[in-house]
C-alpha cells in the first residue's frame, strides 16, 4: 500500500513505516523486520494495554511475512524486554549474544516432528550443550581471554541457542523457546479454552502423555520433560494441586499435537532467521574468519552511566503501569537473575575508555531511560545515543486525575434519579476484534450502573478498601480486586460492576456523555489510587475487561480523548490535564429521562442515604451490609400489624411507606423512622382525624427525622372557620416550620387525603419535581444544597394575608429561594428571590418595618409571576418585581392600569391578558403598542379570547420590543374577524391556525401575501374543519399555500359528504405543499375515492408525513389506492394510523407488505372487525431488524393474551428504540 503509513511510538521518538498488503490474508500490515530494524530490541507492540498480534490466518496460526495489522490514526507503542533478550546492535559473537539473551527452552523430542532446519540436524550427534554454561562463564570475573575463547568455542560446537533461536540436540531433543511454544498452544486450545476453564484442568495436565509434556508449571518455569528426568539434569517440579477428573479430554491433546507439528518447522525456520539478523558494527568479518582479540571481547563494551543514576536503577524505577505489561515475562526474569547474580554490583564509574568485566554491560537496558547514554565502542570511541525520556508520571496517574472529581462528587437525594457512575459495554457477546466495532452503533450498547459503595462514612474501611477486621493479610493476598454482591469478595466496599447483570440499552447517540463514561471505564481498566488509597480497583474478570476495552475503542473512534492519547501529548504537570467534570443534576435526569430503557425503581441499584446526607446507589450486598439489619426487619415487618397493614418498604428507592390506623400504632412508627438513618424516604399516612395533641407529637417527632424526603398524608377536613395563621385555612402551619427547620429534610410535603384511600406510590422523587399546582398539597418544599435554602410552596386562602405571615414568622425572606402561593387553579403567586444568584441575601426582618409593596419595590433581583383571574386587586401586582403576569381584565376600564404596570416593571417579560370576545384584538395591541416598543425586557404580548367548550383564540406576538423581530401566531375562529389584524400585521404573521375562515378575511389575507411576498415570515398554516370552508376560501388559500415558502401544512377535519369533492380539488391543488393529513367520519372513504380519481397528481405529496384516517368506514384494498401510492415515497410517512377503518383480509396482507416499516415511527390499526391470527403475523414479521419504529400498535378484539404478548415478543428485539410502546390486542 503506498503512500500508507504506520505510526509507532517509542518514548517521545515516533517513527512511520510504509505497509503492504499481505499476499496471504489481503490486509495492510507493518512488515516486522521494518519494526525490528527501526527498534532493535523490540520485544513486543502494544495499542496501549491492548497487544497486536502478528497476523493470523483463519486457524489462527501465525503466517508470512509476518507482521501486525495495520491501525489507522493510532499510533502503537513498541515495547522493549527488560529482563534481557535484546539484539544489541554492536559486535557480538554466538557466546556474548547468548549471554545477553538468555530465555527459558524447552527441550521436545523430534522424533515426530519434521524438520527443515539442515544445521540443526548436522549437529545431531553432539552433545547437548549445558544451558547455565555462559552463565557460569559469565558470573567469573577473573577469566581470561582463553578461556573466554574456549567457552564460545564450545557453545558453538554444541549447538548453543539464542533466545530467538533453537536447535536439535544429539538425544533428538529440539529446543524451543517457552513463551513461542506457549502462545501456539494458546492459539490452537482457544476454541475449547472456556471448558477447559471451567472444568479447571490445566495446560500442563493434558500435555502430561504428549512429547510436549513439560511445557508448562503450574507456578513458574518449565517442568522438565520425561526424557531429562531419566537423565537426571534436575527433579521435576511438584504438579498443581487440585481436583482433575478421571480423563483429560483426547480432544485437547490431540488438538496441541496437531497445532505443534504443524507450526515446529516454521518456528524453526523463524529461529535461523532471527539470528541472521543480528546486526554486526563496524564491518567485522564473520566469527568464523576473524578470531577474537582482548579488544574485541564482549564483555569490554562499556555503557557510561547516565545522569540520573546507573542501568539498574533506571530499571528498578520502572512504574508500575509498565511492571504490569511484563507480567508474562516475570519467570524469565527471575531465571536470568538467579543465573548473572553479580548484576547487583555497581556498575564502575571510571572513565568510559576503561575496560569493565561486567558482562551484562553488553545489553544496555531499554526499560525508561533519563537522559543522552553515551556508548563506547569496541576500538575505544564514544558514541551518543538519544535515548527515551522518562515521562514526570504514568497512564494510572492521568487516569486519577481525570477521575478525582467524578470520585469526589456527591449528589443529594433530589439530584440522584440514578447512580453516577455508569459505563456502556457492547451487549453481544461475540465481539472479536475492534473491526466489529467499527461496524457498531449507539444502540449496539448497554448502559450499565456501578455500585458507588466508595468512601461511604462509618463503613470502616481501610486503604485497600477492606472492612476493617474482615480479612487478614493472608486473605486480602489470595483474593481478587473485584467482586459482585454474588461472588469474590464480599468485604470489600469500593465501586465495582456487574457486566452479568441487568444493562439498560441505550436509545440514543450517547456522545454527549462520552469523555465521562471514558473516564470511568479507565478507571475500571487501570484501577484508581489517590494519596495510597484505593478509590476502584482495576478489573480482574478477563470478559469483563474485554468488554470495557472495546467500548473504551468505540469511544475513541468517536473522537473521545482517552488517557494514553492525553499521556502522549507530554504534559510536564498534571495540572495542566484537566480533569473530567462531574455530570450536574439536569444531565444525569436526562440520562434516565432520554438515554436509557430504565424505569424506576432501577433492579440492581439500591438506593442508600449515608451520615452525610448525600443518596449512594449500591448493590444490594452492600446495601444489606451497611443497613442496620434489625432495623430492616422491622420496616419490612412493620406491614403485618392490622392497624399498618397498608405498608411497603421499597428497598429499591429506600422508600418505607406507611398507612397508621390508631394514636398507639404510631408511636411504634416515629421509634422505627428515628431509628432508620439509612432509608431516604418516609411516607406516611395518618389515617384518623388528628387532635392538637396529634399535631404536637407530630410536630416534636419531625424535628428527630434523618430522612431526605418526608411525605405526610392526613385525613380532609373542612377550612377552619377562625384563621390561627392569617391566610391559611388549616392548623398544620406548626408541622411545616418544623419541616423547615430539620435541616436532614431536604424534601417534605402534607396533602390531604380520604380516609381509607390506598397507600401512595413508591417514586416519590419525580413527584416532588413535576408538579406545578399545589391543590390537594398543603405545603411543599425542597432544600437546596449546600446553601440550605428552601422552594416553598403553600396552599392559602389569601394570597396577601398569606405573604405577610410567612414573612413574620420567619422574620424576612432570608431563608427562602423561592416562594409559591396558591388560593386556587387560576389565583397563585410565585416568588423568585435573587434571581440567577445575583444581588445580596435579605437580612432578617424581624420588625417588618416596610409594607410588602415597598419591600419588593427596593429588591432589584426578585421576579414575581402573577397568575389571577380572581384576585385581580392582589398587592403583587402594584409592586415593580413583575417578571410575568396573566390576569383577566375589562379592557376599558382596566386598560390604564396596565398601562401603568408596563411603564414601572422594567423587568417584564410576558404579559398575557383575557379580554371579552367583542373586544378587537387589533385595537388592545395597539393600545399598548408604544410601551412596549420601549421596553427594556419585554419578549412576548398574548390576548385571549373564550369561547367556551374549550374554544379558545389565541394572539400572540414575540419580539415585541423589537418592531424588526416581532412576530405574531393566530389561532382564530370565523367569529374573530381577523381581517384587519391581518392588514396591519401582515409582514409579521409567522403561524396561523384557522378553525374556519370568511371569504372576506380569506381574500386580506390572498391579498397581503401577494403584495409582500418577499416580506413574509409566515411558516405554518393548519386548517381545521377544512369541510367547512367555502370554495372561494379555499381558492384564496391555496393561492397562499403555493406562493409562501411553509415549513408544515395540515388538513383536518371531519368529512362531509357534500364537500369532498371540493376538498379532492384544494388538495390536489396543494399537493407537494401538505405535510399532515388528519381526517375523520364516516365518510373518510368517500374523499379517499375523490383523492385515488386525481391520481397522479393527489399522490405528488412528498413533504406528507403523517397520515391519520379515522371511521367507522368499509373499505377495499382499491379503495386504498391513493393511500398505498404514498407508502413508498423517497421522504418515508413517518405515521400511519388507520381509525375503525374496516379491510378485507386479503387487504391487511397487502397493506403489511406496502409499509416501509424501517423509516416508520408511528403506526397504529385499530379496525371494527377483528385482524385475524395471519394478519398479525404478517405485520409482525413484516417488521425488519433495526426498525426505527417507536410506536406500534394493532388494536384488534378477540387475540388471547399470550399469542398477543407472544407476537410483542417477536417484535420488541427488532426495534432500535427498546423502549418503544407496543401493544398488539390492547395488551401492552
Known amino acids: 500500500m503506498t503512500g500508507v503509513y504506520q505510526s509507532f511510538r517509542s518514548g517521545d521518538r515516533t517513527v512511520r513505516i510504509q505497509t503492504f498488503s499481505h499476499p496471504v490474508t489481503g490486509e495492510p500490515f507493518v512488515i516486522w523486520s521494518d519494526i525490528a530494524d527501526c527498534f532493535p530490541g523490540v520485544a513486543r507492540i502494544q495499542n496501549e494495554d491492548v497487544f497486536v498480534p502478528l497476523l493470523r490466518d483463519e486457524r489462527l496460526y501465525r503466517v508470512r511475512p509476518h507482521g501486525i495489522k495495520y491501525h489507522p490514526?493510532?499510533?502503537?507503542?513498541?515495547?522493549?524486554?527488560?529482563?534481557?533478550?535484546?539484539?544489541?546492535?554492536?559486535?557480538?559473537?554466538?557466546?556474548?549474544?547468548k549471554s545477553a539473551t538468555t530465555a527459558e527452552i524447552v527441550r521436545i523430542k523430534t522424533k515426530d516432528i519434521p524438520s527443515n532446519n539442515t544445521d540443526g540436524a548436522s549437529n545431531s550427534s553432539s552433545k547437548p550443550s549445558n544451558s547455565n554454561t555462559s552463565n557460569n562463564n559469565n558470573d567469573n570475573n577473573n577469566n581470561n581471554n582463553n578461556n573466554i575463547n574456549n567457552n564460545n568455542t564450545n557453545n558453538s560446537n554444541n549447538g548453543g541457542s539464542s533466545s530467538s533461536g533453537s536447535s536439535v540436540s544429539g538425544d533428538g531433543d529440539l529446543a524451543v523457546p517457552v513463551d513461542t511454544l506457549k502462545t501456539v498452544i494458546h492459539e490452537a486450545l482457544m476454541p475449547i479454552y472456556k471448558e477447559l476453564k471451567k472444568a479447571g484442568i490445566p495446560l500442563e495436565k493434558i500435555l502430561e502423555n504428549t512429547p510436549y509434556a513439560g511445557l508448562y508449571s503450574s507456578k513458574e518455569g518449565p517442568i522438565p520433560s520425561a526424557s531429562a528426568k531419566g537423565k537426571g539434569k534436575g527433579k521435576a517440579k511438584a504438579p498443581m494441586t487440585g481436583i482433575f477428573g478421571d480423563e483429560i479430554s483426547p480432544e485437547a491433546v490431540a488438538i496441541v499435537e496437531k497445532a505443534l507439528s504443524e507450526e515446529m518447522p516454521e518456528l524453526i525456520q523463524e529461529s535461523d532467521n532471527d539470528r541472521s539478523h543480528v546486526e554486526?558494527?563496524?564491518?567485522?568479518?564473520?566469527?568464523?574468519?576473524?578470531?577474537?582479540?582482548?579488544?574485541?571481547?564482549?564483555?569490554?563494551?562499556?555503557?557510561?552511566?547516565?545522569?540520573?543514576?546507573?542501568?539498574?536503577?533506571?530499571?528498578?524505577?520502572?512504574?508500575?503501569?509498565?511492571m504490569e505489561d511484563k507480567e508474562t515475562t516475570v519467570s524469565d526474569a527471575e531465571s536470568e537473575e538467579k543465573a548473572q547474580p553479580s548484576e547487583k554490583q555497581d556498575i564502575p564509574t571510571s572513565p568510559t575508555n576503561n575496560i569493565s568485566t561486567k558482562a551484562e554491560s553488553t545489553a544496555p537496558t531499554t526499560s525508561t531511560p533519563t537522559a543522552m547514554a553515551t556508548l563506547t565502542k569496541v576500538d575505544g570511541t564514544q558514541a551518543v545515543v538519544k535515548e527515551e525520556k522518562r515521562s514526570p508520571f504514568s497512564i494510572h496517574d492521568i487516569v486519577a486525575h481525570r477521575a478525582k472529581d467524578i470520585l469526589a462528587q456527591r449528589y443529594d437525594w433530589l439530584e440522584s434519579p440514578c447512580p453516577k457512575l455508569f459505563i456502556m459495554v457492547p451487549h453481544k457477546d461475540d465481539v472479536s476484534s475492534v473491526a466489529d466495532i467499527r461496524t457498531m452503533t449507539w444502540q449496539d450498547f448497554d448502559l450499565y450502573f456501578l455500585c458507588?459503595?466508595?468512601?461511604?462514612?462509618?463503613?470502616?474501611?481501610?486503604?485497600?478498601?477492606?472492612?476493617?477486621?474482615?480479612?487478614?493479610?493472608?486473605?486480602?493476598?489470595?483474593?481478587?480486586?473485584?467482586?459482585?454482591?454474588?461472588?469474590?469478595?464480599?468485604?470489600?466496599?469500593?465501586?465495582?460492576?456487574?457486566?452479568?447483570?441487568?444493562?439498560?440499552?441505550?436509545?440514543?447517540?450517547?456522545?454527549?456523555?462520552?469523555?465521562?463514561?471514558?473516564?470511568?471505564?479507565?478507571?475500571?481498566?487501570?484501577?484508581?489510587?489517590?494519596d495510597g488509597v484505593v478509590k476502584v480497583p482495576a478489573l480482574s474478570d478477563l470478559v469483563a475487561r474485554k468488554k470495557v476495552m472495546y467500548a473504551m475503542a468505540f469511544l475513541m473512534m468517536q473522537g473521545v480523548e482517552a488517557s494514553h492519547q492525553v499521556h502522549a501529548k507530554g504534559y510536564a504537570s498534571l495540572d495542566e490535564i484537566k480533569p473530567i467534570v462531574p455530570l450536574k443534576e439536569a444531565e444525569l435526569a436526562d440520562l434516565y429521562r432520554s438515554w436509557i430503557s430504565a424505569r424506576r425503581p432501577l433492579e440492581a441499584s439500591f438506593a442508600y442515604r449515608t451520615l452525610a446526607g448525600d443518596i449512594r446507589w449500591i448493590c444490594y450486598y452492600h446495601w444489606t451490609l451497611l443497613s442496620a439489619?434489625?432495623?430492616?426487619?422491622?420496616?419490612?415487618?412493620?406491614?403485618?400489624?392490622?392497624?399498618?397493614?397498608?405498608?411497603?418498604?421499597?428497598?429499591n428507592?429506600?422508600?418505607l411507606i406507611i398507612a397508621v390506623k390508631t394514636r398507639e400504632r404510631v408511636q411504634d412508627f416515629y421509634r422505627l423512622a428515628e431509628q432508620l438513618t439509612t432509608v431516604p424516604v418516609l411516607s406516611f399516612f395518618l389515617d384518623w382525624d388528628l387532635s392538637g395533641k396529634d399535631e404536637s407529637e407530630l410536630q416534636s417527632r419531625i424535628y428527630k427525622f434523618t430522612a431526605s424526603c418526608v411525605k405526610i398524608h392526613v385525613r380532609e377536613r373542612e377550612e377552619e372557620a377562625n384563621e390561627v395563621i392569617p391566610g391559611f385555612g388549616?392548623?398544620?402551619?406548626?408541622?411545616?416550620?418544623?419541616?423547615?427547620?430539620?435541616?436532614?429534610?431536604?424534601?417534605?410535603?402534607?396533602?390531604?387525603?380520604?380516609?381509607?384511600?390506598?397507600?401512595?406510590?413508591?417514586?416519590?422523587?419525580?413527584?416532588?419535581?413535576g408538579s406545578v399546582y399545589l391543590d390537594p398539597v398543603l405545603a411543599r418544599f425542597t432544600r437546596e444544597l449546600p446553601s440550605f435554602k428552601v422552594q416553598l410552596g403553600l396552599l392559602v386562602t389569601n394570597l396577601d394575608r398569606a405573604a405577610n405571615s410567612i414573612r413574620a414568622v420567619l422574620n424576612g425572606f432570608h431563608t427562602l429561594s423561592k416562594l409559591t402561593l396558591e388560593a386556587s387553579y387560576w389565583d397563585h403567586v410565585n416568588i423568585d428571590f435573587c434571581v440567577d444568584g445575583e444581588g445580596p441575601d435579605d437580612l432578617e426582618d424581624s420588625q417588618l418595618t416596610e409594607s410588602e409593596v415597598d419591600f419588593f419595590n427596593r429588591r432589584e433581583h426578585d421576579a414575581i409571576t402573577v397568575r389571577t383571574?380572581?384576585?385581580?386587586?392582589?398587592?403583587?401586582?402594584?409592586?415593580?418585581?413583575?417578571?410575568?403576569?396573566?390576569?383577566?381584565?375589562?379592557?376599558?376600564?382596566?386598560?390604564?392600569?396596565?398601562r401603568e404596570l408596563i411603564k414601572n416593571n422594567r423587568r417584564l417579560k410576558r404579559l398575557e391578558l383575557s379580554i371579552d370576545c367583542k373586544d378587537d384584538p387589533c385595537q388592545v395591541f395597539e393600545y399598548f403598542k408604544a410601551l412596549m416598543h420601549n421596553h427594556p425586557s419585554m419578549d412576548a404580548f398574548q390576548l385571549r379570547k373564550d369561547w367556551g367548550k374549550n374554544n379558545k383564540s389565541n394572539f400572540v406576538w414575540h419580539g415585541v420590543s423589537d418592531r424588526s423581530k416581532m412576530t405574531l401566531a393566530i389561532q382564530s375562529y370565523a367569529e374573530d374577524k381577523i381581517g384587519p389584524l391581518l392588514q396591519k400585521f401582515g409582514t409579521c404573521l409567522l403561524q396561523l391556525f384557522i378553525h374556519s375562515i370568511n371569504a372576506q378575511d380569506s381574500a386580506i389575507l390572498e391579498k397581503v401575501t401577494r403584495s409582500r411576498k418577499g416580506q413574509l415570515k409566515l411558516i405554518a398554516i393548519t386548517l381545521v374543519d377544512a369541510f367547512s370552508m367555502s370554495q372561494p376560501a379555499l381558492d384564496d388559500l391555496a393561492k397562499v399555500v403555493l406562493r409562501t415558502s411553509l415549513q408544515r401544512f395540515s388538513i383536518t377535519g371531519t368529512a362531509s359528504p357534500r364537500a369532498t369533492t371540493r376538498l379532492a380539488d384544494f388538495m390536489t391543488m396543494v399537493a407537494p405543499k401538505i405535510t399532515d393529513i388528519h381526517l375523520f367520519g364516516e365518510h373518510g372513504k368517500a374523499i379517499l375515492t375523490e383523492l385515488a380519481k386525481r391520481m397522479p397528481e393527489s399522490s405528488n405529496m412528498g413533504l406528507l408525513i403523517e397520515l391519520k384516517l379515522s371511521g367507522p368506514f368499509d373499505a377495499t384494498t382499491k379503495d386504498l389506492a391513493w393511500l398505498r401510492s404514498l407508502l413508498n415515497k423517497e421522504i418515508p410517512l413517518g405515521t400511519i394510523e388507520l381509525h375503525k377503518v374496516n379491510l378485507s383480509h386479503q387487504g391487511w396482507m397487502t397493506l403489511a407488505q406496502e409499509i416501509d416499516f424501517m423509516r416508520l415511527k408511528y403506526f397504529r390499526v385499530g379496525p371494527d372487525v377483528p385482524l385475524k391470527n395471519e394478519a398479525i403475523a404478517a405485520f409482525v414479521s413484516a417488521v425488519p431488524e433495526k426498525s426505527g419504529l417507536e410506536n406500534f400498535h394493532l388494536d384488534s378484539e378477540g387475540l388471547r393474551e399470550g399469542l398477543c404478548l407472544a407476537y410483542k415478543t417477536m417484535l420488541i428485539p427488532k426495534l432500535r428504540k427498546k423502549t418503544a410502546l407496543v401493544s398488539i390486542g390492547r395488551y401492552f
Open 629 to 651: 439489619r434489625d432495623n430492616i426487619e422491622k420496616a419490612i415487618d412493620f406491614s403485618l400489624h392490622p392497624d399498618s397493614k397498608q405498608s411497603a418498604f421499597h428497598m
Open 869 to 898: 383571574y380572581l384576585s385581580a386587586d392582589t398587592n403583587f401586582l402594584k409592586t415593580h418585581a413583575l417578571k410575568d403576569v396573566n390576569i383577566r381584565i375589562a379592557f376599558q376600564e382596566d386598560g390604564p392600569r396596565i
Open 452 to 530: 458507588d459503595c466508595g468512601e461511604i462514612p462509618g463503613a470502616d474501611v481501610d486503604k485497600l478498601g477492606y472492612i476493617q477486621g474482615s480479612l487478614n493479610s493472608n486473605q486480602r493476598d489470595s483474593t481478587k480486586t473485584t467482586h459482585t454482591h454474588q461472588q469474590s469478595t464480599p468485604q470489600r466496599c469500593l465501586p465495582h460492576v456487574d457486566i452479568d447483570g441487568l444493562g439498560y440499552a441505550l436509545q440514543k447517540d450517547a456522545l454527549a456523555f462520552g469523555p465521562y463514561m471514558m473516564a470511568i471505564l479507565e478507571m475500571l481498566e487501570y484501577g484508581v489510587a489517590i
Open 280 to 322: 554486526v558494527i563496524s564491518g567485522c568479518a564473520p566469527e568464523q574468519e576473524q578470531p577474537l582479540t582482548a579488544a574485541e571481547d564482549p564483555k569490554a563494551v562499556e555503557v557510561e552511566p547516565s545522569k540520573d543514576g546507573d542501568d539498574e536503577e533506571q530499571q528498578d524505577d520502572q512504574t508500575q503501569a509498565d
Open 653 to 655: 428507592l429506600g422508600s
Open 730 to 769: 388549616h392548623g398544620y402551619f406548626g408541622v411545616i416550620l418544623a419541616g423547615l427547620s430539620n435541616k436532614m429534610i431536604q424534601a417534605f410535603s402534607i396533602e390531604k387525603r380520604v380516609p381509607g384511600d390506598a397507600t401512595d406510590t413508591a417514586d416519590e422523587l419525580f413527584a416532588f419535581k
Open 73 to 97: 490514526d493510532v499510533a502503537l507503542d513498541v515495547i522493549y524486554d527488560r529482563t534481557g533478550k535484546f539484539r544489541p546492535r554492536f559486535q557480538t559473537h554466538n557466546g556474548s549474544l
